[in-house]
């Protein structure tokens, strides 16, 4: 049945997957109306699109339209406060995500990946390796292509691979992956939510709906997924970087071994991944999983972890000027992220790039790591000063006005052999339009060098 038909939906929030939402309910007979409370001037692009589509809108409001509703498509950066949701909870409207609404047209296996940290880099390597195999895949959600643009080129024979966010499965009522991954959980996004146990909740929410049938790849080594995952119906199979697993997927003699139905199986030696870290070894434990228990076999597994070398502004290497090498880590928003990218240096001395809109987190974490590995600590945007009273007095702290300003200090600091590493351990928001344009800016400043 078609589930839009005649429906009078309600899109908040004029984002890429909100848009993407709204097109689509249209195609399959919605009336649908989009309600931004952003200013139209901040939102010429998404006017201009909305106008090509025919597709009615308001912005700098949430007018009673919204209240009129039969159900709420809404995009993951609209936090659900103000009056006009409580509003809709009192005439129980329901509300969703557009992840969620998606789904329901999607005929392809659902691979649905989240977690606090490595959901994007898992998220393309399980593609890649579904590629590799010669599976019709499309790879959508946070990772940056919203579901709703791509679920119609999906195939019965085929799979979707999405990486889900938080914000995202506060929307889910009936969304159900066959195959979930849980890779990772710590304290994030503290400015949204008032706990890191709501936090957690939400990304439980993801594989609530999950049953017997479906299966969950889960982090055996982190106690807060563990505690999770407690109570969930899909069938859970574990990966360790510690500890030998008599059902799931572990490191040994560095190796990746996989032991499933076909019994024990060296999948990759640790040292021809094509990703650097310890996190990463992480990450390729959970495709490994995710793979092999969708139908692939080794080899194309271990072709694909061999080749994939990653994804933009996640440790991308950029240049190498004077001896000097460059990376690109800026989606890299949270603490945990930065601890793991300055973590998959050894021997290097590190020019650190970090700073931006300020998440609630502390950075005190990074402390050893600050005092062990960083020569130099080069501070940006509103969280600066929070950042330099936790880690300044641990190391040579500078502040920069702007991301090109600070490229152009960390090289005056840096020598032959160094690393500079924009690794921000924040959001973006206060300074670029998302962590994309931090980074593109991050890589125009270094070739510009």
């Not at 001037?41 to 009673?64: D, M, Q």
């Not at 609404?101 to 399980?126: D, E, F, P, Y």
């Not at 993801?206 to 563990?226: C, H, I, K, W």
């Amino acid at each position: 049945m078609n589930p839009f038909n005649g429906k009078k939906i309600v899109v908040i929030g004029a984002a890429r997957s909100g848009i993407a939402a709204a097109k689509l309910v249209k195609r399959h007979g919605a009336s649908v109306f989009v309600s931004d409370i952003a200013a139209a001037e901040n939102k010429t692009v998404e006017v201009n699109i909305l106008k090509s589509e025919n597709i009615p809108y308001e912005f700098g409001t949430h007018s009673s339209r919204v209240t009129e509703a039969d159900f709420i498509i809404i995009s993951p950066g609209v936090p659900r406060t103000g009056a006009i949701f409580t509003e809709m909870a009192a005439r129980h409207i329901p509300i969703y995500s557009e992840l969620e609404i998606a789904s329901w047209l999607l005929t392809s296996v659902l691979i649905a990946v989240t977690g606090t940290n490595g959901k994007t880099t898992t998220t393309a390597l399980i593609g890649e390796i579904l590629k590799v195999a010669g599976k019709p895949t499309l790879v959508a959600g946070n990772i940056g292509t919203a579901l709703s643009d791509c679920v119609e080129s999906g195939v019965a024979e085929g799979f979707a691979v999405v990486e889900v966010s938080s914000f995202q499965s506060e929307g889910f009522l009936n969304f159900c992956p066959h195959i979930g991954v849980l890779l990772n959980l710590s304290p994030d996004h503290m400015d949204r939510y008032d706990s890191a146990e709501a936090y957690y909740a939400a990304k439980r929410k993801t594989f609530e709906n999950q049953r017997s049938e479906d299966f969950l790849v889960y982090n055996a080594d982190d106690p807060a997924v563990n505690k999770l995952i407690e109570g969930l119906r899909s069938r859970k199979i574990p990966f360790s970087l510690t500890s030998e697993i008599e059902y799931g997927a572990y490191v040994s003699n560095h190796q990746i071994i996989c032991v499933l139905d076909q019994g024990k199986e060296v999948i990759i030696g640790t040292d021809d991944i094509g990703i650097r870290g310890k996190h990463n070894l992480a990450n390729a434990l959970a495709a490994t999983l995710a793979a092999r228990l969708a139908g692939i076999d080794a080899t194309a597994i271990r072709d694909a972890l061999m080749q994939f070398k990653g994804v933009e502004h996640r440790l991308e290497f950029v240049r190498e000027v004077n001896g000097v090498k460059f990376y690109n880590d800026s989606k890299a928003t949270n603490v945990d992220s930065t601890f793991f990218a300055l973590d998959s240096f050894k021997q290097e001395k590190i020019i650190l790039i970090a700073g931006g809109k300020h998440k609630g987190a502390p950075y005190t974490p990074l402390s050893d790591l600050i005092r062990q590995k960083v020569k130099t600590l080069v501070l940006i945007g509103e969280a600066a000063t929070l950042i330099e009273n936790d880690l300044g007095k641990l190391t040579k702290t500078i502040r920069a006005q702007s991301l090109q300003e600070a490229v152009q200090r960390a090289f005056k600091e840096s020598a032959n052999g160094d690393v500079v590493l924009l690794s921000p351990a924040c959001a973006s928001y206060d300074m670029f339009k998302n962590y994309e344009d931090r980074g593109l800016q991050f890589k125009q400043a270094v070739y510009g060098l």
